[in-house]
């Protein structure tokens, strides 16, 4: 992890709009460092991600690293959005995809993140993606990139 | 058959409405529009402010609702989150348990400016607004670990992300899922109180604007500013009163693992299932028995997988179930003989988060539902609530 936002306060800084506390920092701190930081339970491995909690929620061990996965995954589904907030200068033409993906770390892993090909809709669900990171934002933002078709 | 000691013992004696418009001038605020809906409600109730001992609603703090109605005798009250079904099994727990007799219910709502690009400008909606970033809405579970849109999935992204899943596991289309929107103009044409009260043909669904794939503006809830008020009492009690009582048959809420509505495990997991089969382990009556069926339709998707969770057809089939329900001439579904919302749902009447669909029901099982009556209806299922985290189940009947 870099030294660019070591600091709590320029990780608030960076995300003035979500509410950020002792058991979700490292997640935007990794944000800032172009790192996907989720939770990992230090007994038994158990990863989880959002809401991102102080304790494992499958084996109660309040052992939990905070620990970067591949970001690799699988999309599981995805809206398209036509409208929203003119947040980066999006127009939303072509409309923004956003995803939910499944990450090769454990089944039912799931982050979200926008989609940054534009491919055949129809193509996305199933497909291998990995994470890139989104230009132009105050924050980094996690992104994917389609590596290969559902085939 | 699970433990429902207050089967049909608590009775809806008493409703009121207010609002449930889109009049950009209105000066209504959130808490004028929730007095004058409870104001009506213990009215049509026939009893007084004395009458009411236990307070229950959703936003506006319960506190607030017994000054602005001088209520002064209350034993019980609490402010569960919205969804209306958790007003409902509180309410009922409380009257239960004996620590209140007569509960006031409410839920409200209050067009904001990210809901509505015609009231973004007014300054006492901004306000509002603030109350509600307080909150941090974007995170319903609590803690707000949810990024903001286009960067983050919340509120109605994971509705559409779900809706695309559903189609590509059922190999259903948009025009299949145009006909819960049909319906719901169908029936919204019979429904004074509606906003949308025009036919929609499967043409104008496909041509429609569109929001949040596979959403188009028909596929969601129509925002208004408006409040719907209850008066739960005891059965005993309600013999007494002015309308036929409405009976409490069962109240269930549900909520499965991984229940926010990113993690979910799949379509098969949802809190809908648990809330759905808790009712129907605490009811004698089910799907073949009911005679109206009032289903949450905030997005087209939800009534679609809370048919299958109830039962009505098996997982997965529901879009398929729904095109064979679809009745041409009548421009209806005709789910075994009963229609979807009679009123017309959330979709065309006015997205009050289910508290529209608990009135409905109450109204056509008193027979006062105008020209959309169900003849002789006696039996009513409720089911509010999304598909991920705030399921819930009502059941009501007379006797």
Known sequence: MTTAASHDLEVFDKFPEVLIDHDNVAFYRGLLAHQVVLNRCGECGHWHSEPLRPTCPACWSWDIRHQAVSGRGVIHSYTRLHQGPPIDGLKYDPPVTLALVDLEEQPHLRVVGGIVNQVDPAALIGSRVEVVWSTGSVAPRIMFRLIEERS | ?399
């Open chain 2, 1 to 399: 058959m699970s433990n429902n000691p207050a089967k049909d013992q608590l009775a809806f004696v008493g409703i009121g409405r207010a609002g449930y418009h889109r009049d950009n001038n209105s000066t209504d605020s959130l808490a004028a529009l929730t007095l004058r809906a409870c104001q009506n409600a213990i009215l049509d109730a026939g009893l007084k402010p004395e009458d009411i001992d236990g307070v229950c609603g959703s936003q506006v703090n319960s506190q607030y609702v017994e000054l602005g109605l001088g209520l002064s005798h209350v034993t019980w009250f609490s402010n569960p989150e919205i969804l209306i079904g958790n007003q409902i099994v509180a309410a009922r727990n409380a009257i239960w348990s004996g620590a209140a007799s007569t509960v006031l219910i409410y839920h409200s709502v209050f067009r904001l400016p990210f809901q509505s690009k015609s009231i973004a400008a007014d300054p006492f909606r901004i306000r509002a607004s603030k109350l509600e970033e307080r909150n941090d809405y974007r995170g319903f579970f609590g803690v707000g670990h949810v990024e903001p849109e286009p960067y983050g999935i919340f509120g109605s992204t994971p509705y559409a992300s779900w809706a695309i899943r559903y189609l590509h596991e059922s190999g259903g289309s948009r025009e299949d899922l145009a006909l819960v929107a049909m319906n719901a103009h169908t029936n919204a044409l019979d429904n004074p109180d509606a906003i949308h009260r025009f036919p929609l043909s499967v043409d104008d669904y496909m041509n429609a604007r569109m929001v949040r794939e596979p959403f188009c503006v028909y596929d969601m809830d129509v925002v208004v500013d408006g409040a719907d008020a209850f008066v739960l009492t005891t059965a005993e009690r309600a013999a007494d009163l002015a309308h036929k009582p409405v009976l409490l048959h069962s109240a269930t809420l549900g909520r499965g693992a991984l229940s926010n509505d990113t993690a979910s495990i799949d379509l098969r997991h949802t809190s809908q299932r648990v809330a759905a089969d808790q009712a129907r382990n605490s009811s004698d009556v089910w799907t073949d028995d009911f005679d109206v069926l009032a289903i949450y339709d905030g997005f087209s998707i939800i009534p679609i997988l809370w048919l299958e969770n109830l039962g009505f057809c098996p997982p997965g089939e529901g879009l398929r179930w729904l095109a064979d329900c679809w009745d041409t001439q009548s421009q209806r579904l005709s789910l075994k003989g009963r229609t979807l919302n009679p009123h017309g749902g959330s979709l065309t009447e006015g997205a009050t988060q289910g508290s529209g669909h608990v009135r409905e029901a109450i109204v056509q099982l008193r027979g006062t539902a105008g020209a959309r009556q169900v003849p002789d209806a006696s039996s009513a299922l409720v089911a509010t609530g999304g598909i991920f985290y705030n399921s819930q189940v009502s059941i009501l009947r007379t006797n």
